[in-house]
């Protein structure tokens, strides 16, 4: 199972020198994906959980692909509806190229009303602009010539925690990539992507969530816990929980919209080298 990090690329304290050391940080450790956010406009329904600056996504993992070498690129997750497909195929298709085809495509229909007011996309229509513009990316791909994909594909992961991001999963994705999660709910969500797939007669998609990572001295009892939150025991048993379900990546999201946590994120730093450790010997036995 691959472990990636999602890396605040918004809030004050965030500059090209704190995502460097989060780039160096992540990579240094070992650890196999280095993943963002979108947004575009920071308007006050976003700016409540993700305040300004925000670093455009390709922009970010632009840069970032040149001060890295080994560690795969992403989004979690890219707006699909805020760009027209063609330019998010472009963009896509030559980042995957630059940075030696290490882009991985979280995608996610969106929430922030006020965002989509700004940026003149129907709010309403989100979910069906979304699966518009995955097949659109996915006919322009094909044109292997211009997009130059043909050797090194860029996955598709969907977002999503409903029933319509499951079956988007299935039908239009490479796999799913439910966000912020109970333990037992994963359980039971694995349930449904497989029965999902089975209905519609198409293959079940890779299971790859992105989990909370906040490590607590004492252990966490609420039954609404999130997966990744409690003691660093709690927390690599619920990875080892990933596993057992055939999850083939997880990423760890340490954001808990504490910004001095932005300024100073030597504590979320402990926890991943924790958990990169704890990795390492699984992957030794």
Known sequence: MQIGVNVPNFGPGTDPAMLRQWAQTVEGLGFDLLMVSDHIAVTPDVAEQYPA????????????AGVTQRV???????????????????????????????????????????????????FRRRGALTDEYLCAMRDAWRNTGDYDTATIPIPIWVGGNSDAGIRRAVLLGDAWHPLRVTP????????????TADELGRPVPALMPRIALRETQEAVTDPDRLAGVGTIDQII?????????????????????????????????????????????????
């Open 237 to 285: 048993a619920d990875l080892d929980q990933l596993r057992l379900l055939g999850t083939q990546a997880v990423v760890l999201d340490p954001f808990h919209g504490d910004l001095t946590e932005i300024r100073r994120p030597e504590r979320a730093w402990r926890t991943l080298a924790a958990v990169a450790a704890y990795h390492r010997s699984q992957e030794d036995l």
């Open 53 to 64: 600056p925000f670093y455009e996504p390709f922009t970010t993992l632009s840069w970032l």
């Open 184 to 195: 037992g709910w994963l359980v039971e969500a694995a349930g449904r992507l497989k029965a």
């Open 72 to 122: 795969r690129l992403g989004t979690t997750v890219l707006i699909v509806p805020y760009r027209h497909p063609l330019l998010t195929a472009r963009m896509a298709a030559n980042l995957n190229r630059l940075s030696g085809g290490r882009l991985v495509l979280g995608v996610g229909v969106g929430w922030a009303r006020q965002e989509f007011e700004a940026l003149g996309v129907p």
